[in-house]
């Protein structure tokens, strides 16, 4: 594997996984690194799990370019919402996907519950699409608890508002460095690393 395509246009996210292949002999881009003005590379999430938007996105992407893709689906389950959420995250106060009206919304909702019960998971599932193999997918968590307020400028999305299990700190106060060590992400990542490598070594000795 020379070249992997992250499939997001989410500059944040986009950074986050550049980061973990940054030892790696590949060349990484994302679907900002492509002109998109009729938005064909939006890719509908019409899976009912994160593992089935992942898949979804990850072939779809492939296909169009036949090369190799690396696509997510993640988000926030809150325990005291019923796990919501979840697949809707990005969208959870509506279509224009907000980050701030997200966290307003959670907020709101959560406003009546004690700590104790403000527990919460985030999830990430990766799925690797590679032309002409079968798609790999592997599964992330970060465990924490929701705070009562915004606290931080680090991060995106729900960052501000979750407090990993074991820190005092929300996602968006802590250094990129500390996150990329205990995220959803990293854990994902982690699992589905070990294949990437074994991808590309096996393509060097063709």
Avoid: W
């Avoid at 900002?32 to 003005?37: A, E, I, T, V």
């Avoid at 907020?107 to 699409?129: D, Q, Y």
Wanted: negative net charge; charged residues 25%.
């Amino acid at each position: 594997m020379n070249e992997l395509i992250i499939a997001t246009k989410n500059k944040g996210k986009a950074i986050e996984f550049e980061r973990f292949f940054q030892d790696m002999a590949i060349d990484i881009k994302s679907l900002l690194d492509y002109p998109d003005p009729n938005d064909e590379l939006e890719i509908k999430e019409t899976g009912t799990t994160f593992t089935e938007n992942a898949i979804l996105k990850a072939e779809a992407i492939a296909t169009l370019f036949n090369t190799a893709v690396l696509a997510d689906d993640s988000g926030l389950m809150i325990d005291a919402l019923d796990g919501r959420p979840g697949i809707y995250s990005a969208r959870y106060a509506g279509e224009n996907k907000s980050d701030e009206a997200n966290i307003e919304k959670v907020l709101a909702e959560l406003s009546e519950i004690p700590l104790k019960n403000r527990t919460a998971r985030f999830v990430c599932v990766l799925a690797i699409s590679i032309p002409n193999e079968e798609t790999i997918v592997r599964t992330g968590y970060c465990e924490g608890e929701i705070s009562f307020s915004r606290m931080g400028e680090n991060g995106f999305g729900y960052d501000p508002i979750f407090i990993p299990a074991g820190f005092t700190k929300t996602m968006a106060q802590i250094s990129s460095d500390e996150k990329s060590k205990i995220s959803h992400r990293s854990q994902a990542m982690k699992n589905i690393v070990a294949h990437i490598r074994e991808a590309s070594l096996h393509n060097d000795t063709k």
